[in-house]
């Protein structure tokens, strides 16, 4: 198939020589020998990826446990302490405690807006009620760059399907803001047949990607891809922009309700 797996060398006496049949023999050991390394490569390939997955998960789990512990947990913490305060002040001192539930108001207030920004880091209920076309336009909107956004005969999809092309819609636009110095770029999503793809495609610097290979961003695209049976594709070069594609086989589903 054009792709080195391995080498099998094989001597022979000079006084019993390799002849056609021994010839074709050696032929077919290497043909079976190259099944197993392929094999054993494929396998060894999920396993990455898998572990790859994995931390990614532990990695997520940490920040949200983070996030929790130093946001909404102190502030709770803090609002008990200033309850039981505002208790033991009622019968003293009305015009305090009545100043303290103000404040109480407030910080509550605070906790709630946080605890609806995490629920939103983790699974935006914009994507989750209205699907991928609106929950993209509205990042696209926020972008530092002007983005458009074109689709085509896109509905709603599997959760795990609308959240693997969202994810990577936003890394792909988050790496045009960081490296492309793009002015503009446009995210495209097509149904076609039983295929969705979508693009983001920058007019930017570009990059050559077999010259500097894939980070966490592109790596965690192809794992996320690869995880509901697509493929993601890098087109790029030095001066010319960048085009990430991804492909999935997948069908418009019912509306959800
Ligand atoms: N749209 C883009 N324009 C220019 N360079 C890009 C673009 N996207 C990716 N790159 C290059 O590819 C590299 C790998 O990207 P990525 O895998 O997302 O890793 P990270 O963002 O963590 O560096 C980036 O460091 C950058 O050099
Ligand atoms: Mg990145």
Do not use: W
Not at 10 to 39: E, H, I, Y
Not at 87 to 92: I, V
Not at 211 to 240: C, E, F, H, I, K
Request: glycine share 10%; aromatic share 4%.
């Amino acid at each position: 198939r054009g792709e080195l797996l391995g080498g099998l060398s094989v001597r022979m006496p000079p006084s019993d020589p390799m002849n056609p049949t021994r010839a074709k023999l050696v032929a077919d050991l290497a043909g079976q020998a190259g099944f197993v390394l392929r094999n054993v490569r494929l396998i060894e390939e999920l396993r990455a990826s898998r572990q790859r997955i994995v931390t990614a998960q532990d990695e997520e789990r940490r920040k949200l446990e983070r996030n929790i512990h130093d946001g909404a947990q102190q502030q709770l913490v803090a609002l008990s302490v200033k309850l039981r305060l505002a208790d033991a002040m009622a019968e003293r001192d009305a015009g305090k405690t009545r100043e303290l539930l103000g404040q109480m108001q407030t910080e509550a207030q605070e906790a709630l807006e946080d605890l609806r920004d995490l629920a939103r880091g983790i699974y935006p209920p914009l994507l989750a009620d209205k699907g991928l076309v609106a929950a993209l336009r509205s990042q696209a909107g926020k972008a530092a760059v002007p983005v458009t956004v074109r689709a085509d005969g896109v509905g709603r999809y599997a959760q795990e399907i609308e959240a693997a092309v969202y994810f990577c819609s936003l890394e792909a636009l988050n790496n045009v803001a960081k490296y492309a110095g793009a002015s503009a770029a446009e995210v495209r999503l097509a149904q076609e047949d039983v295929q969705l793809s979508f693009s983001v495609h920058d007019d930017g610097t570009g990059f050559d990607p077999s010259a500097t290979g894939y980070g966490t961003g592109l790596q965690g695209m192809a794992d996320r891809l690869d995880a509901v049976g697509g493929t993601l594709q890098v087109d790029s070069a030095p001066g010319r922009g960048t085009t990430v594609r991804g492909r999935i086989p997948a069908r418009v589903q019912e509306l959800r309700s």
